[in-house]
């Protein structure tokens, strides 16, 4: 089985903090997302990487950063915490090219992180 | 740009009950996909639809996948409170490399 694993659950950060959230996948998959989700806002993409030391923003990338040193890892930075920016954080990952089979091109979530910024 | 439509977007029904969900798009999907999320959890992939007119079954849930893969619906049958949750459909974003679109989701709730 495909597993994403995020590395919190919940977080509580403070306003004007740099926040880190990790995220691990342990199927040698290509691409990398980070989505947040709102209440009433659906999924909304920040940032995905097709490949290591690749990166592209999404909808909303402001206020985020994103690195992938290694293939299996995807981490997203804020890089100075505000209070719109509590919610919960979804990381996917997928396969892609020469590898990737049409009824294979599909996302797999981690458990998500909720942060939330006081 | 690709959209993915969800009717309804609240649904609360008894449980014994039956119901299906609806994913719509004017565009065409080479693959849609379905999941469930519960609360404080990330989405967890119930199906994926190929072909279209496919139907998939999982125990008490039926997927289907129009002919002309614009469209999916999800059938629960004698709906029961673990079925609870958000329902999301999901297909690749065929216009933009490897992303995903995804749809606003039906939320479910399912009273013992």
């Known amino acids: 089985d495909v597993k994403v694993t995020q590395s919190s659950r919940y977080l509580v950060k403070r306003t004007g903090e740099k926040v880190f959230l990790e995220c691990v996948q342990d199927m040698d998959h290509e691409n990398m997302f980070w989505y947040r989700q709102d209440p009433g806002l659906g999924l909304r993409l920040i940032y995905f990487s097709y490949d290591v030391k690749m990166k592209e923003k999404g909808d909303i990338p402001e206020g985020y950063s994103v690195s992938r040193e290694k293939k299996e890892r995807f981490s997203l930075i804020l890089e100075s915490a505000s209070t719109n920016q509590t919610s919960m954080y979804l990381c996917a990952s997928s396969l892609t090219g020469g590898r990737l089979e049409l009824a294979k091109n599909i996302q797999y979530f981690g458990a998500g992180t909720r942060l939330s910024v006081l | 740009t690709q959209l993915l439509e969800q009717s309804p977007q609240f649904l609360s029904i008894q449980e014994g009950e039956n119901l299906t969900v609806y994913c719509n798009s004017s565009?065409?999907?080479?693959?849609l996909q379905w999941y469930r999320q519960e609360p404080g959890e990330g989405p967890v992939l119930l199906v994926t639809?190929?072909?279209?007119?496919e139907v998939k079954k999982l125990k008490r849930l039926t997927f289907q996948f129009g002919d002309a893969r614009k469209d999916s619906s999800l059938h629960i049958t004698a709906a029961q409170p673990g079925d609870t949750g958000l329902y999301l459909c999901a297909g690749p974003d065929d216009n933009y490399g490897q992303n995903f679109v995804f749809g606003p989701g039906t939320r479910l709730s399912v009273l013992p």
């Open positions: 639809v190929v072909t279209g007119g």
């Open positions: 565009s065409v999907f080479s693959s």
